[in-house]
């Protein structure tokens, strides 16, 4: 369970970044529209994060360390960018950019994971379609607060 563990971790030193003035700024911006309570994101990040983590832990019994896995490890890695970028700096365009590339590598992700075992492809299918819904916000954060 060491895979889930770690992206929990991931989430909770995130977590850990969203001081009261990181919520009081976020809740100044124009939202787009679509966009979720701010209650959602913490369960469902970790929901998420279990999924992820177990798919990664399915490849792992399956085949071993590899390339697959290393996508996942530089998924994790983006993810953990996001929040610092985005809740940390301010920086909306920087958050868009880090949140594009993590689509990418999500996407790559399962598709490897998918060739290898299916169920840990479809594992990862609840966060590709999450990340690409994160992106849309993301952007439409940027486009609706551009100064």
């Given at each position: 369970?060491?895979?889930?563990g770690?992206c929990l971790?991931?989430?909770a030193?995130d977590?850990a970044?969203?001081?009261?003035?990181?919520?009081?700024?976020?809740?100044?911006?124009t939202?787009?529209?679509?966009?979720p309570?701010n209650?959602?994101f913490a369960?469902?990040?970790?929901?998420?994060?279990?999924?992820?983590?177990?798919?990664?832990?399915?490849?792992w019994?399956?085949?071993?360390?590899?390339?697959?896995?290393?996508l996942?490890?530089?998924q994790i890695?983006?993810?953990?960018?996001?929040?610092p970028?985005f809740?940390?700096l301010?920086?909306?365009?920087?958050?868009?950019?880090?949140?594009?590339v993590l689509l990418?590598?999500?996407?790559?992700t399962t598709?490897?994971?998918?060739?290898?075992?299916?169920?840990?492809?479809?594992?990862m299918?609840?966060?590709?379609?999450?990340?690409a819904?994160a992106?849309?916000?993301n952007?439409?954060?940027?486009?609706l607060n551009?100064?």
């Amino acid at each position: 369970m060491g895979f889930v563990g770690l992206c929990l971790l991931v989430g909770a030193a995130d977590a850990a970044l969203l001081r009261n003035t990181a919520w009081a700024w976020y809740l100044s911006l124009t939202l787009p529209p679509g966009t979720p309570p701010n209650w959602v994101f913490a369960p469902a990040w970790i929901g998420l994060y279990a999924m992820i983590g177990t798919a990664a832990w399915l490849i792992w019994r399956q085949v071993g360390a590899g390339a697959a896995l290393r996508l996942w490890g530089w998924q994790i890695a983006a993810n953990a960018l996001w929040t610092p970028a985005f809740f940390g700096l301010h920086q909306i365009a920087l958050a868009l950019a880090v949140n594009a590339v993590l689509l990418v590598l999500v996407a790559l992700t399962t598709r490897a994971f998918a060739r290898l075992l299916p169920a840990a492809g479809w594992l990862m299918v609840p966060c590709l379609a999450w990340t690409a819904y994160a992106v849309y916000l993301n952007a439409g954060l940027w486009w609706l607060n551009r100064i």
